[in-house]
């Protein structure tokens, strides 16, 4: 299982992980299997009760040919001195 995650997460990033994969025709095995983590991490994230880090949007990105979809709606989060101006600049 991967480290928790220190991400800022777009919401609509469990829709379309669950919204790719089924495109694909996979299921949340196979996918598993391609990424090389847990069937129950992935469908947690398809649940949103559990937000991805950069490096398992990434490889999730790559397994469904997703062209940077996933990655781009995951974001480490700043550091706490950072985090008043991110949210200042990309709304809270």
């Given amino acids: 299982m991967p480290p928790r995650a220190n991400t800022i997460v777009d919401p609509r990033f469990a829709a379309e992980l669950r919204r ?52 781009g709606l995951v974001i480490e989060a700043p550091d706490v001195g950072e985090r008043l101006t991110y949210v200042a600049a990309h709304g809270g």
Avoid at 33 to 38: E, R
Avoid at 47 to 65: E, M, Q, S, W
């Fill in 20 to 71: 790719l994969r089924e495109s694909r025709g996979m299921s949340l095995r196979q996918l598993a299997a391609a990424v090389n983590h847990g069937k129950n991490l992935l469908h947690q994230l398809e649940a949103g009760r559990t937000r991805p880090t950069v490096d398992v949007a990434a490889l999730l990105d790559g397994a469904l040919d997703a062209h940077g979809a996933l990655a």
